[in-house]
């Protein structure tokens, strides 16, 4: 599966917070989109899951476009929100269940994936809670699972890391890694950098809607002139280029 963003200009309304941008996220492969407030993150994967429509350029996955068959297109990405959406009236088993419906998932097979990530997120005692009974933390968790039970070819997580305990981190990041060495494509976008540093194979340096740099860390590094910065040192870098612009 490969995600192609070319020459993408677009935002919310006439003035683009896109400008141009160009990227690929390959199967097998996590690439981290890295920017500060306002760089475009956000505003890229809205693009790239449909909620906005582009001004100039193209999004495809696997060569399929919105346009060409929007059911399709979107059965392919499985996609975690910064900030956790669940409907009030359905409890966890039932978020589970409809997820299930929405992707045509085999429900015994399904549901035996559903069980593992459950307990690995200690939510397995708690399918019949409803979304008022958890925490922030558990509600992004059950976010997780649905997620990563489907058989998306694409995983896009928005901020994950937000309101996880470390031991959820560490367990997302194992997920993460499963999916990549099954062929999935993983685009994240974070501000944890030493998270992104050790999970992604690539990133993309966002700065004002423009790709600033992409590529490994040692790409990027050369682009920056810093063989021995880390990814913090490199957004640090970033954030006072944009200060003296």
């Known amino acids: 599966m490969t995600l192609k963003i070319t020459n993408l200009t677009g935002g919310y309304g006439r003035i683009p917070v896109l400008k141009n941008e160009t990227f690929t996220v390959e199967n097998g492969q996590t690439v981290a989109l890295i920017g500060l407030n306002g760089a475009g993150k956000s505003t890229t994967i809205k693009h790239v899951m449909g909620l906005l429509q582009p001004q100039q350029g193209t999004i495809t996955l696997d060569g399929l476009s919105l346009k060409d068959d929007i059911q399709a297109y979107r059965q392919k ?31 015994t097979a399904t549901w035996k994936q559903a069980q593992k990530l459950l307990e690995i997120f200690r939510l397995d005692n708690k399918l019949n809670w409803f979304p008022i009974n958890f925490s ?55 501000h944890i950098l030493t998270n992104a540093e050790q999970s992604a194979d690539c990133f993309v340096l ?9 590529g490994t860390l040692t790409q990027i590094q050369q682009e920056f002139g810093m063989d021995a910065a880390n990814l913090d040192e490199l957004y640090v870098q970033m954030s006072k280029e944009e200060a003296d612009a």
Request: with cysteine; glycine share 4%; net charge negative.
């Open 206 to 214: 966002l700065n004002h809607g423009q790709v600033r740099a992409q």
């Open 136 to 190: 922030k933390g558990m509600k992004q968790k059950v976010m997780i699972v649905c997620a990563f039970i489907t058989q998306a070819q694409l995983f896009i997580i928005d901020e994950p890391f937000t309101g996880l305990d470390p031991l959820a981190v560490h367990d997302l990041l194992n997920l993460v890694q499963e999916k990549k060495q099954s062929g999935a494509a993983v685009l994240m976008s974070t």
């Open 77 to 107: 990405i499985a996609y975690v929100p910064e900030l956790p959406v669940l409907y009030p009236e359905l409890t966890l088993k039932e978020h589970i269940d409809l997820t299930i419906m929405a992707y045509n998932l085999d429900s």
